[in-house]
């Protein structure tokens, strides 16, 4: 069965300092992964995606994930983060089908000044 | 912007009441998704079509809910008679077609239900 474990529920971090938000994903074969983010009263923006290839993948605002098949880990990373990055992050996991997108429970994450 | 375009952005309804929303999916998409987000932001998928076909469908769905995606109209979701418990963010999501695509969501139509 397909899971996405986000084991923080909220992450605090100040503006200008690195960010990593944890993901951790159950699933059979080859997964594809994503994050998303979801700013207050809007719906999901794709923030990057994985398949295949090098296992650091570049996204949108200078995110950055990297995929640890032998973790079954899609951390997600940025050198410096601004307030407006605050918004809550979705981790993702989709099989090689049309079915359905697996979400976790997501991280808020709070950029203080 | 989002391109998956969802109505009402938020609607209210009394219990017993329906409650229908619509999306209209990314132009070339053909497979539409139905998730609920309730205020713990946990995601429950509803349903999901590819062209007007019923691919998978959750058992509430199945019970309380109706949906369909015509050809050359909107999709939308309805529920038949509205409970307390269905008080969330619906999300319409629309992918092209083939393995692992990525899932292009609507700002959600935001249910309160009274």
Known sequence: AQSVTQPDARVTVSEGASLQLRCKYSYSGTPYLFWYVQY????????????SGDPVVQGVNGFEAEFIKSNSSFHLRKASVHWSDSAVYFCAVRGNSNNRIFFGDGTQLVVKP | NSKVIQTPRYLVKGQGQKAKMRCIPEKGHPVVFWYQQNKNNE???????????????????????????????????????????????????????GAGNTLYFGEGSRLIVV
Do not use: H, W
């Open chain 2, 43 to 97: 995601f429950k998928f509803l349903i999901n079509f590819q062209n007007q076909e019923v691919l998978q469908q959750i058992d509430m769905t199945e019970k309380r809910f109706s949906a369909e995606c015509p050809s050359n109209s909107p999709c939308s979701l309805e529920i038949q008679s509205s409970e307390a418990g269905d008080s969330a963010l619906y999300l319409c999501a629309s992918s092209p077609q």
């Open chain 1, 40 to 51: 207050p009263r809007q719906g999901l923006q794709l923030l990057l995606k994985y398949y």
